[in-house]
């Protein structure tokens, strides 16, 4: 039996080698009457649609099944990719707040419900009031990354290496993302961190070149790894052109406060009292402004000390924050993981931690912001060289990276209600359009292979 991932991150201890190692064995050749479906994950749930992805042994045709009820599945979607080994099927125009049940298919044999694709999920229902904006997040980027699950300190896990030929798995990955959030209806997009995987200016220059494809503007954040350490020269501020590395802005009634949470020296957890007396007075100015704090590091005990700010910097962040009824979520990376966890200073605030992008369950984050409240859908990437990485990544801490990362559904798609609403605006916003349109479906990227192990900025679009 799998270890559980929540007592796995609070003790820090040793993966015990469970269910998921079961992936580590050799393959055998299935039953023709048997589903060919492996690894079959409801990704994405919106308030009008859903996302689910699944592998096969060898290329079959796919297709997704649903209705309103178990013995009534009156609808179907094929995959537009034919007939695939790695299949991603979209559900679109679904009732809002209403169950749905689905079965996926494989050359006409259906595959049986599984922990993280259950056959049944209920859409959401959009937070009340009228919707404002859309931002996005991406966390963890680790350009220059080239194998993954090697965690220091944490058990003795074997790294999977890229298997892709001719092309870097971050590349592909990170590429993809920024493809996928121009397809949406972002506003801009906040990057939580670990841009680069090693402190090295050429890796800061080709994860800006990456951004900077981007079609609206992006809000970078110091993680652990863009720590100076004993360098001469403090290369994140540099190429990503900040004075300062803590900052703020604000957007249709919502603000925004960036921490550094990485001391510069060592990448630990610590903010410092600069960045204290300066989140203060964003508190003290704030007004009707709904507030998101933003920093690489996680905040709550539940998090795990692995992971979390040291205690005195969780202290003053909650002594800070608990009396503000205006505070409407933490959000943080590092952890590479999908989770919500909660703090009793802090009462219902969500403290979001979310999966990097650079590898499994690799992808991005949409946010709908309303005056009454945000909606959270989580979107993994597409493409066949994507999928390739993806699939050699769930074998990461011995099998266990589905559960350990992918987070439970509500983890990955939730809705918040603000304890204040916001004020309606004067003139009411137009729907966003989200929740219909595709979010990065059918994504095949051709990755450009960089030159004799050199790594080099992104080809930057026109605009």
Request: hydrophobic share 35%; charged share 20%; net charge negative.
């Amino acid at each position: 039996m799998s270890m559980n991932r929540r007592k796995f991150l609070q003790t820090g201890g040793r993966l015990a080698l469970g269910a998921g190692a079961a992936a580590l064995l050799p393959r055998r050749a299935r039953a023709q009457s048997v589903a060919d479906v492996e690894n079959a994950e409801l990704v994405t749930i919106t308030e009008d649609g859903a996302v689910i992805t699944w592998e096969s042994l060898q290329a079959t045709e796919g297709l997704v099944a649903y209705g309103p009820s178990a013995d009534r599945l009156d609808s179907e979607v094929g995959d537009p990719a034919g007939r695939t080994r790695y299949h991603r099927v979209e559900l679109t125009g679904l009732p809002p707040g209403q169950p749905v049940h689905y079965v996926i298919r494989a050359d006409g044999a259906d595959a049986d419900p599984v922990e993280y694709s259950p056959g049944v999920f209920d859409t959401l229902g959009p937070p009340p009031g009228t919707y404002l904006f859309t931002f996005a997040t991406i966390t963890d980027m680790h350009v220059g990354l080239t194998s993954a699950g090697a965690v220091s300190g944490l058990g003795d896990f074997v790294p999977v290496e890229c298997p892709l030929v001719g092309a870097d798995c971050w590349q592909v990955a990170n590429q993809a993302v920024v493809e996928a959030i121009n397809k949406s209806q972002a506003e801009f997009t906040l990057v939580k961190g670990d841009l680069s995987h090693e402190y090295a200016s050429e890796q800061f220059e080709a994860a800006r070149s990456c951004l900077e494809q981007l079609e609206k503007p992006y809000h970078p954040v110091r993680g652990n790894h863009d720590r100076q350490g004993e360098r001469p020269e403090d290369y994140y501020k540099k190429v990503m052109q900040q004075d300062v590395t803590h900052y703020a802005f604000s957007h249709q009634g919502a603000r925004f406060a960036i921490l550094d949470s990485s001391n510069l020296a060592t990448g630990f957890p610590e903010v410092g009292e600069e960045q204290w007396v300066w989140l203060a007075d964003q508190l003290d100015n704030l007004g009707d402004e709904r507030l998101f704090v933003v920093l690489h590091h996680p905040v709550t005990d539940e998090a795990s000390v692995i992971f979390t700010l040291f205690t005195e910097d969780q202290q003053r962040l909650f002594s800070l924050l608990e009396r503000e009824k205006n505070v409407a979520a933490i959000l943080s990376g590092h952890s590479h993981r999908n989770i919500v966890t909660h703090q009793p200073e802090l009462g219902d605030v969500p403290c979001i931690e979310t999966a990097c992008s650079i590898h499994y369950p690799g992808g991005y984050n949409l946010y709908r912001v309303y005056t009454g409240g945000f909606m959270q859908t989580y979107h993994k990437i597409n493409g066949e060289q994507w999928r390739q990485w993806e699939e050699a990544g769930r074998q990461m801490y011995n099998g266990d990276a589905q559960e350990l990362l992918l987070g439970s559904s509500s983890d990955r798609n939730f809705v918040c209600q603000f304890m204040r609403p916001l004020p309606e605006p004067e003139t009411p916003q137009e729907g966003c359009a989200c929740g219909r349109a595709p979010h990065g479906g059918g994504l095949a990227l051709g990755a450009t292979a960089l030159a004799a192990m050199k790594l080099a900025p992104f080809t930057r679009k026109e605009k």
